[in-house]
């Protein structure tokens, strides 16, 4: 079992930031798979950013440029760093684990981010 904590959602204006980290219980670079997803109002979830342990990173094209996303080992926590947030990037963001590729995947329960003037 992986357990996966998200924090630093909040409240903020259009063009600002935010940093949304994710607490994992397990040694992180173990982990094939962690990624950030978000679920907009009315919308399915879908990916916003993943890396693998190797290191190799995958954006969508909507955050390219704007957002970074991070694996810090030795905190075992997972970083977005979220710029230049935009009205639309308002949702739910969810951290997500696979331990290998053919494991289960794993979810924590949501922050909320909201970009709103």
């Known amino acids: 079992q992986v357990q996966l904590v998200e924090s630093g959602g909040g409240l903020v204006q259009p063009g600002g930031s935010l940093r949304l980290s994710c607490l994992v219980s397990t040694s992180i670079s173990s982990l094939y798979w962690t990624a950030w997803y978000r679920q907009a109002p009315g919308k399915e979830r879908e990916l916003v950013a993943g890396?693998?342990?190797?290191?190799?990173?995958n954006y969508v094209d909507f955050v390219k440029d704007r957002f970074t996303i991070s694996r810090e080992n030795a905190e075992n926590t997972v970083v977005l760093q979220m710029n230049s947030l935009k009205l639309e990037d308002t949702g739910v963001y969810y951290c997500?684990?696979?331990?290998?590729?053919?494991?289960?995947?794993?979810w924590g329960q949501g922050t909320q981010v909201t970009v709103s003037s």
């Open positions: 997500n684990a696979r331990p290998t590729v053919i494991s289960n995947n794993y």
């Open positions: 890396i693998t342990s190797g290191g190799s990173i």
